[in-house]
């Protein structure tokens, strides 16, 4: 969130990875998009330059160093945007049928009707 009239937004993480800096950064200009890179040390281009990683790209990566795959960590890490607003403003029924879909459990609840 940007506020009180500033124009960017930042966060930087440097994590130490094997010995080797890697660093997360997601910036976000007043009415555009948001950008996330990740300067690696541990991939270098061909010019034996650090590679920087950009958008999905950055994200693969950092969805693979916490050791899930992918679709474990939207399921387990954090609510999509603006899909939260639509679980507050739902009917009790459709908010557990979201539920069911986050924590991806159509074959438990099937498995439950068929019981």
Do not use: C
Not at 45 to 60: K, T
């Amino acid at each position: 969130m940007i506020t009180r009239g500033e124009r960017v937004g930042m966060v930087r993480l440097t994590l130490d990875v094997d010995g080797q800096p890697v660093t997360i950064e997601r910036t976000r200009q007043r009415g555009k998009a948001t950008k996330l890179s990740v300067r690696n040390g541990t991939v270098v281009d061909e010019s034996g330059n650090f590679r920087v990683l950009l958008g999905d790209e950055a994200q693969s990566f950092i969805v693979s160093l916490l050791g899930l795959t992918e679709r474990d960590y939207f399921a387990t890490v954090q609510a999509m945007q603006k899909r939260m607003s639509r679980f507050v403003t739902e009917e009790p029924g459709k908010r557990m049928d979201l539920v069911v879909e986050w924590l991806q459990m159509q074959s438990l609840e099937r498995a439950h009707d068929n019981a």
